[in-house]
Structures are given as C-alpha cells and as structure tokens.
C-alpha cells in the first residue's frame, strides 16, 4: 500500500511559478513511476507528467512550462510549474502506479489532491 500527500498548491497570478510537492509513504519508491494528474470543475482527470528512471512523460498542453522531478532519498516528487495559466486551474493529484502509463486508470494510489488556482 502506498499512500500519498501533496502540498504546495495555493493562488497565484498568470504567469507565476508554483511548486508542488508530493510525499510517498512507500517501500522501495525508485521503483514506482510517480504521476501528476489534474482535474477541472466539470472536467474529468486529465494526464499532466509521470516519471520513472528513463522514462519521463508529458502532458502536450504542459511541456516546457512544467518539470516533473523526484528525490527518491526523500521519498518525495516535484512538479514546477512556470509561466502558469488561467487554464492550469484543477485539483492536482499525485499518482503513483508500478508500471510507467499515463492514464488515470493505470495508477492504483492516489493523493487527496491540491487546490492550483491561477487569476488573470
């Protein structure tokens, strides 16, 4: 079992920079790909980035803004997110899954997610 904390969200203008943090209660972290996901109001959960050793994916609508790291010392992942949108706005949620995927159905554990609120 695996469980998940983030932190980091909060309210922020167009065009600032947001970290999000995410701790993993989790034997053997290396070895899980760690996902962030988000879900706007009336949207479902949408693939944001995941990460595993050698193999890194991303969102189209994130890439170049946004950086998926993990300190596996620490048990932790980071996604930094820059030149934020007002369409960044969701709950994002950690993930973490065995296999490396990015699809909401392919990730057993979750976080309870983190408000991002970006105003214009």
């Known amino acids: 079992q695996v469980q998940l904390v983030e932190s980091g969200g909060g309210l922020v203008q167009a065009g600032d920079s947001l970290t999000l943090s995410c701790t993993a209660s989790?034997?053997?972290?290396?070895?899980?790909?760690m996902g962030w996901f988000r879900q706007a109001p009336g949207k479902e959960r949408e693939f944001v980035a995941a990460?595993?050793?050698?193999?890194?994916s991303y969102a189209d609508s994130v890439k170049g803004r946004f950086t998926l790291s993990r300190d596996n010392d620490k048990n932790t992942v980071y996604l930094q997110m820059n030149s934020l949108k007002p369409e960044d706005t969701a709950v994002y949620y950690c993930?973490?899954?065995?296999?490396?995927?990015?699809?909401?159905?392919?990730?057993?554990?979750w976080g309870q997610g983190t408000q991002v609120t970006v105003s214009t």
């Open positions: 993930a973490a899954a065995e296999k490396f995927g990015t699809t909401v159905a392919q990730y057993p554990y």
């Open positions: 989790a034997r053997s972290f290396s070895r899980y790909t």
């Open positions: 990460r595993i050793s050698g193999a890194i």
